[in-house]
């Protein structure tokens, strides 16, 4: 198969001819940009977020409130600016490495410093452009997402959204093959548009030409050319994907047949654990070079097939550039780069040596029970857990027809027992005759939706029981009897309460301020750390070593959910996580103890290699 060609008989072999050119030069400019970008513009991101909740009164949204918020003016706002500051963090890298680019094509020995400035002087500029991309592509795709929406509450509501998670019923594949339509029209409408602006960049860094004139330009030089441009684009996408796919796993296969072959947690294996690491990140980093520079010598390329090489050299905003630049930049940049290089590998060691807390603190947490061999929330996995030597078990209670607290976790028995009915539809005595238990397995068939009261009898000096408060449409009083409950059986200090809202911990602390209540939350914006609650219960990607610190210098304990694989398991115990939540409770429980007979060497090296995706096995293996 012949490789695409721009116009005028340009191959993709120009294109690597020209990185073979300017590869140093590109490399330097963009190790300092990404130096840059990171340092000091991504926290833009972050600074604007803070500042749009603190001018809307919010200080942290939980995933509860998340639709409510990103629906909402300050929401679309808040998106917008997010956008924004990360294309003008990618333009900015991309305005310097066009520079290079630029250069080679005039035949001119790259310079450094004045890429670089290239990049600085460009940068509101190029923030602009990101702005205006960013309002004209949300305002376009506004209809197609409103429609998807639309779509989802037609399709997916009538049950509670977990049946059509799991079950995936007919609906469910109509509702995704329709919003998928929709975003594949939304793609079909915003791909021409984005290769038609394409050229806007370039037309700023090398002509001075005003925002709104660049866009204006590029649409008008690119036309008739965009299918030809998207061929171009897709062969850089497949290629770049082809070569970190290769770069990656060789990198992993390589690593770990070498570390396969060393026998325990010794010296050498230290050694070569080290050396990969050095590895991995040198290998990352380049392929994501190569697909930055690639590019930017791809657009420019294609924005000189635009103009004569002539009309760029007569307007480039950039000047003359020195014949060579002077031989102390080459020295500097590898000075440069084995520091910064040294500075990455002392920061990850650092940052694994503190994230290793030799003697495990944390517990397991049976979630609905020991789910993974019992059906969810019932007494069968109630008992399951204990046996299996969960800490605590986790439960979702709600309110019937009749005012009982029940544990169950969905709205509806959809899921579990293939009825359309809501729980508050139905009283305690209608529940008695619905099996919630074949489902998960034929052996399960006796099993029903058990009261709050049996789970806590059972319950009661064996294990601890985290109560989440499932709000419906008869839950008035479900806090308060929930409270109830627990103090009738005298199990107050065996219990917590959690909640997916403020509201719900609030309601807790509102009637029993001694009790403790946690929140529950998928997503983070703002600062969780400092909500009032004893415990915050967050996703995995939440729960990173720093915010883990960070909430229990403040006093509240970090529960992360839902952990069932084993390398996730050695991840948080090592980062001292208080409660790790899971559906393999056995597992988790094993894995604590064989972790308990390790020493403080074989720890460091657990977390180094899980660091790395290595998969040690048990302790007993090594």
Known sequence: MPLPATSRGASIGSLFADFRKAWVPLMKVDLICRLVSYAALAPLIGLGLRGLMWFTGDTYIADFDLSDFFLSPAGILGTG?????????????????????????????????????????NFIPAANLAARVVVRSMLMAAPFLVASGMVFLFFLTEYDISYYIEERPPEFFLASLLIGLLMAGMLFLLIPRWISWLLALPLILLEGAPVSKALATSKMRLHGRRNEILKLLLFWFMGITALYILVTEGVAVGGRWALGGLEGFDNWFLVVLLLWIQVWFVATYLVSFVQSALFSLLIIRIYGETESVAKINKTSGLGALPARSPGWISTRAILSLVVLLSAVLTAVGVSLLQSVHFGDSTGVVAHRGDSGSAPENTLAAIGKAIEAGAHWVEIDVQETLDGEVVVLHDSDLMRVAGLNSKIWELTVEDLKDIDVGSYFSEEFSDQRVPTLEAVLRLCKGKVGVIIELKFNEMSELLVERAIRIVEDLGVQDEVMFMSLTFDGVNAVYNLRPELRAGLATGVKIGDLTRVEADFLAVQQQIATQSFVNTAQKRGKEVYVWTVDEPKDMHKFFSRGIDLIITNETALATQILFERSEMGGTERLLLELAMFLGVDLGSAADR
Do not use: E
Not at 91 to 96: L, S
Not at 97 to 117: D, G, Q
């Open 81 to 121: 600016i997010v956008l924004t500051v990360a294309i003008a963090v990618v333009a900015f890298d991309q305005v310097c490495l066009m520079a290079v680019a630029s250069s080679t094509l005039k035949r001119h020995s790259p310079m450094v410093r004045n890429a670089l400035w290239s990049g600085i002087s």
